[in-house]
């Protein structure tokens, strides 16, 4: 019987500086959580342990499913690197900020590790390095606004964490010295940020499946985002599968871009997130790209009819885990 160790670091009891900001992410950390452990648990022969703590418990009673917590005090790197070592697989949905999901894979190691290489999660762990490694592949990026031709003085301008997860501290400021300021706060108390023009139009993301010379467009997905009064840019959900891949004319050029990314981080493996904004006279441009599951796995098996996770093992050269071969 095989065995896989998944951990969703907020849900499996991991920490972050701002609790409201773990308040806002749990929902949809355990969202991912469910989603990903119901696809697993339709694996025969694939026993499944599932890191739990005092805020959150196990979904459901499985035979093939076991809650395990850390020890009092347990750093979470330490308590994913110990699970790990008793497990074949290592499953870990983590947002990159401070390094954390690229820590995760060092004390998992490359042959357990469920998902992008360590030079993908480095470089998809900074926006900034992102933008530039896709940049110099001739993605179309917000760098591309940057020459005043391009993005005349009224533009808006966006401020965000260099390493953040989803729209923690986005701020979009009408003017570039508004931005330029923000910034210059933000390093000045030393905190990771970055600023960029702010790319108008309508909000998507592509989910895909990576591997090895091999990228497969899941879905295009609409995101539901808003700027409040203040600036504050607020994450309030996706509509998965929400672009017809067969009839909407743009599903061409996001699946040409979807190859594009994966050429410009040729170490992405298993499932990957792309947000991008389309412009209207640009078409697609990559604001980030997420190297791990992301708020749009949640339904997509489903809707797809496909197992993912199952998939996404198989893409790992792993076929014993799927078909219970010794």
Excluded at 66 to 74: I, L, Q, R, Y
Excluded at 155 to 173: E, F, L
Excluded at 212 to 233: M, T, W
């Amino acid at each position: 019987m095989r065995s896989i160790f998944v951990h969703e670091y907020l849900s499996g009891g991991g920490e972050m500086a701002c609790e409201a900001e773990a308040a806002e992410l749990l929902p949809m950390g355990l969202a991912m959580r469910d989603a990903l452990l119901a696809d697993l648990l339709r694996i025969p022969d694939l026993n499944v342990t599932c890191a739990v703590s005092a805020r959150a418990g196990l979904p459901l009673a499985h035979p093939r499913l076991t809650a395990t917590t850390a020890h009092a005090g347990e750093p979470a790197v330490a308590f994913v690197q110990r699970q790990a070592r008793a497990h074949e697989l290592a499953w870990i949905v983590a947002p990159e900020s401070d390094g954390l999901l690229l820590a995760m894979h060092e004390a998992v190691g490359a042959p357990g590790w469920v998902g992008c290489d360590a030079a993908s999660l480095r470089t998809a762990s900074s926006k900034t390095a992102t933008l530039l490694a896709l940049r110099a592949c001739g993605v179309p990026t917000p760098m591309d606004f940057m020459v005043a031709s391009v993005a005349p003085a009224g533009w808006r301008w966006i401020v965000k964490p260099d390493d953040g997860a989803g729209a923690m501290a986005t701020r979009v400021h009408a003017a570039r010295d508004d931005a330029a300021a923000d910034l210059a706060r933000r390093q000045a108390a030393g905190l990771s940020a970055t600023a960029e023009p702010f790319v108008e139009g309508e909000a998507l993301s592509i989910s895909m499946l990576a591997g090895p010379g091999f990228v497969q467009p899941l879905a295009f997905n609409e995101q539901q985002i808003v700027i409040d009064g203040g600036g504050q840019l607020r994450y309030l959900g996706v509509r998965p599968n929400a672009i017809d891949r067969r009839t909407d004319p743009r599903a061409t050029r996001l699946h040409t871009l979807a190859l594009d990314v994966q050429r410009a981080l040729p170490g992405l493996r298993g499932f990957v997130g792309i947000d991008l904004v389309w412009h209207a006279e640009r078409g697609p441009v990559v604001i980030e790209v997420n190297p791990r599951l992301t708020c749009a796995y949640v339904s997509l098996s489903a809707t797809l009819g496909r197992n993912l996770a199952e998939e996404i093992l198989l893409l790992h050269g792993l076929p014993e885990v799927v078909d219970g071969a010794p």
